[in-house]
């Protein structure tokens, strides 16, 4: 019986998902963890990455607007566009 660990970082229905290989906070951008009017997105202090702290995302769009290296992605509920 193989066990895989849950991590909430790595859901891929997360309404928000960062591409690491993009992201850019290793270098000091916080754009999206500013922009976010829910408070939803942190900076990892292992990774230094950004990620999606908790699911109550409102699909405001600019986190994903205003980053500079386009590695955040709001994924908007097919209901909702």
Not at 42 to 65: H, L, S
């Amino acid at each position: 019986m193989n066990f895989i660990p849950h991590d909430i970082r790595q859901r891929s229905s997360a309404p928000v998902l960062i591409d690491e290989d993009k992201c850019i906070a290793h270098k000091g951008c916080t754009v999206c963890v500013d922009v976010c009017p829910m408070d939803l997105l942190v900076i990892d202090p292992v990774k230094q990455k950004a990620f999606m702290q908790f699911d109550e995302c409102w699909y405001c769009m600019p986190c994903e607007t205003d980053c500079p290296t386009d590695a955040v992605r709001v994924n908007i509920p097919y209901l909702l566009k």
